[in-house]
Each structure stands twice: as C-alpha cells, then as structure tokens.
C-alpha cells in the first residue's frame, strides 16, 4: 500500500502502528449549516479511505468529529433566537441524510467538540505547565514560537514578531499565536463552559487534538481532510497534540483537494454554490455525485458541471442495467475467461494501493462490465464465469458502491409481471400503459429476447 503524506510530501509505504489495524482521524462538518458539494466530495475520500482498508482485511477505527461550536454557531444560532443544541441537532440530521444518500458508510465514532470539553481542559491545562500555552486578558493562547516544528505540515515560516488571533479561521497571512479557550464575553450568550482554566469556550483546534486522542491514543495512522485545512487548523492541531504528549501525532496525512464548479471556485455570490439537495431537485440521483467523486484522484481538483454530472448519471444507469442483464443471463458452457476477470480484478486491487487511486480501479471496474456486456450480447455465459464476474463485481462495489441495492417492493413487480402476460397475449397498448405506470413510480422495465424483462431504477438525465 502506498501512499502520498502531506507531511513528508512523497509516497510512501503504509506501515500501520498495529498489525492488521488502522486508526484513523478525519475532520468533520460544522453543523452550522447544509453541506455543500465541496464537503460532500472530503467525505465520499473519507468513505473511500474506510472502504479501501476494509477491502484489503484491516480492521479500521475511523473517526468523524462534529463541531457543534464555534464563532458561526454561536452568532447563527442568537441570529434566530434558539438554543446552540436546537439549531446544532437541526444540522446534523441534515448531515447524516446527506451522507446515507451519497452512500458514505458510518464512521465508528462521530464525537461531538461539546462532549468533550474535560479533554480539551486537561489538555490545555498541560500546555500551560510546559511552557507551550499563556493566558490573555480575552482567553488561553497556544505560543507558537515555542514549538519548533512548528510550520512542518504546511511549510509556512515563523516570523519572530508574532500576534495574537481569537478567530477559528484564518489565512497564511496571519501567523500568529491561536486561542486555545477563550474567556467568556456578551455576544457568546449562554454558550460557555465553567472549567478549572475559567469560563468560556474552547478554539476550533484544540477540539480535534482532544477528541483524537480520547478515542485514538497518542499517535494516528492516518489524518485525513480538505486541503483547506492544511493551515491552520492541521498545523495547529500537530503543535497542540505533539507538545501535549511528546510524541509523533499522525505517521500519514492525506488531503483531498478542492471541488470547482465550472472551472471556479463555489461561491454563493457566484451563484454556483449547491447543495445534494440542490441536485435532487433538479432530478438528479445523488449516486451520480459520488461515480463523479470516484472517477478523480483525490489529489487533482475536480471540476463539477451539469453536463458532466448528466454523463455519470448515464453512465450509473448502464451500470446497473449491464449488471441486471448480466444476472438473468442464460448460462452455457464456459468460454475460457476467468484468467481476464482475474487479472482486471487484480489491476482494480493494484489501482487502490497506489495511493487509493480510484480513477484507475474505476477504470478495471468498466472494463469488467464491458466483459459482462459482451456475453450479453452473445446471449450466454459459462456457469461458472458468471458467477466469477459477479463475485468480482460485488466484491469491487464493496469500495466503489454505486450498484443498486435497494429491493423493488411487490406491487411493481406484480405490475411487471401483469405487463409481461399482457405482452404475451400481444395487448400492446395496455402495457404500454403499465410501463408508464411502472415509470411514474420510479423505475424503468427493459424486455428480453425469451420475453422476460428486468427492472432497474428510472434516473432522470439517463433517459
């Protein structure tokens, strides 16, 4: 297994901290709004990071924070006069909704920053004692020039002359020492902790330092997030967590880089800014988002439109068509091909190895269904080199997981079976009229040459 670390800026050779395991830490939303696509594409590499291991036998232990507060909670959550937990909870849900429905698999853990404030408190507390952490009038500040490694992520310079910053977020420009707490003030309301270090709240960093190492240890296999937050956050959480322990924070960091729209930057302002939701409503199947996803290496941007959305979309409803087709297929005497799906089943292992490269374990996944077209053509396939694709097509959607899985209840299939005897007596213009019903309510029937037929979910853009 190799793979790309920020840190080292080179690939290298997974070696896991134990045998067969792997712990992993990936940065979360904050629930102060919908997620966007951007986000959605971090989490469809975090799914796939999850899936990949799995795939090749490790256990993995697979973190997922929620930032449940911080500077924009806590002004939206006043700006409509409810309760941070209300208006938090609302966002989760919505979050957890949209990640079932682009199929991201559940983390082991999904810690909330506020069940975690005693962690955070027992951390800082030790940054104080050891020198690394000072108290201001406004709050607890982490020194930056204390820790010299400090820049290693990012490759950002230290300049001597630093200042302070209070605001989670900020840009390479502002290098500065960062709040670790911050003392309680009027706009924060009724959001504060009463603690030993003082009343308040905790910085956005300190957050993920604290909840890692509750639920992961001291040292990380692998950190995962966009590379947005390379500096600051990433770097500041390697100078909170490697002062607080005296050891290596994270062996392997890896980033998935940014989603453009049209070539751009998304930007409400740009009016390009869109949600899952967004895309629903236009009548696209949120699947196509995540084949979208997985036909770019995560470390190339990946430039989303319409028109290209529309082709996956297509290119999903020939999958699943193809893969349908393939099961009702009669089935003959061999014809010799097993070494082939071997072979393009190995090439999809070696393709996620090298880097978790899912452009090119897609491609072997195409090349095997364009097998499996070409004994449909034919019209028959050996028993035993169908069931051998199908397995290697099962056990490839164990990562890529865009085959339709869901069950289609009785009553369309009772319908198709209704269309089909009508067909059989040649009542062509009433099953016309059930095919049309059978579309209305989502799904599409393609007939066979021995006069059978499969069912396959109806997508908009694939028609």
Request: charged share 35%; glycine share 6%.
């Amino acid at each position: 297994m190799r793979i790309y670390n920020t840190l080292t800026r080179k690939e290298e050779t997974f070696k896991p901290i134990e045998k067969g395991k792997v712990r992993m830490y990936c940065c979360g939303p904050t629930v102060y709004d919908y997620v966007h696509i951007g986000n959605l594409r971090t989490f469809i590499f975090y799914d796939t990071l999850k899936r990949v291991f799995e795939h090749l036998g490790y256990e993995v232990k697979q973190v997922i924070n929620l930032t449940d507060v911080d500077d924009k909670i806590i002004k939206n959550s006043r700006e409509r006069r409810i309760s941070r937990e209300e208006y938090t909870g609302e966002y989760s849900k919505f979050f957890f909704e949209d990640i079932k429905k682009i199929r991201v698999e559940p983390a082991t853990i999904y810690p909330k920053a506020t069940e975690n404030i005693d962690k955070m408190v027992d951390i800082i507390e030790v940054l104080i004692q050891k020198g690394f952490a000072y108290k201001a009038e406004d709050g607890i500040y982490y020194s930056i020039g204390k820790f010299k490694d400090y820049g290693k992520l990012s490759g950002i310079k230290v300049d001597k002359g630093l200042s302070r910053i209070k605001a989670d977020e900020y840009d390479k420009i502002s290098v500065s020492d960062f709040a670790l707490w911050k003392f309680w003030d009027e706009k924060d309301g009724d959001i504060f902790w009463e603690t030993r270090i003082g009343k308040g709240r905790p910085g956005w960093h300190i957050e993920c330092s604290a909840m890692s190492n509750r639920f992961l240890g001291d040292t990380l296999d692998i950190h995962s997030g966009g590379v947005d937050l390379i500096f600051p956050h990433h770097e500041n959480e390697i100078a909170q967590s490697e002062a607080y322990t005296g050891k290596k924070f994270v062996n392997y960091w890896v980033h998935a880089e940014h989603l453009l729209v049209d070539g751009r930057k998304m930007s409400k302002s740009l009016h390009n800014f869109y949600t899952l939701r967004d895309l629903e409503g236009m009548g696209f199947d949120s699947l196509s988002f995540r084949l979208m996803c997985l036909d770019a290496n995560h470390r190339d941007k990946l430039d989303f439109t319409m028109e290209n959305l529309k082709r996956y979309e297509k290119t999903l409803n020939d999958v699943n068509t193809s893969f349908k087709l393939l099961e009702k297929l009669n089935e003959s005497n061999g014809t010799g091909i097993d070494k082939e799906i071997d072979a393009i089943y190995s090439a999809f292992d070696e393709a996620l190895m090298n880097d978790f490269n899912t452009h090119a374990a897609l491609a072997q996944f195409f090349k095997l269904i364009e097998v499996a077209n070409s004994r449909i053509k034919d019209g028959k396939i050996g028993k035993h080199e169908k069931k051998n694709i199908i397995d290697k097509l099962r056990g490839m959607d164990e990562v890529l997981n865009i085959i339709d899985k869901e069950s289609i209840s009785q009553d369309i299939i009772d319908l198709a079976e209704k269309r089909k005897e009508l067909r059989r007596k040649s009542k062509w213009g009433d099953a016309d009229e059930i095919r049309r019903d059978i579309s209305n309510k989502g799904y599409s029937i393609v007939d066979l040459e021995d006069g059978g037929y499969i069912i396959v979910k109806r997508r908009k853009y694939a028609m």
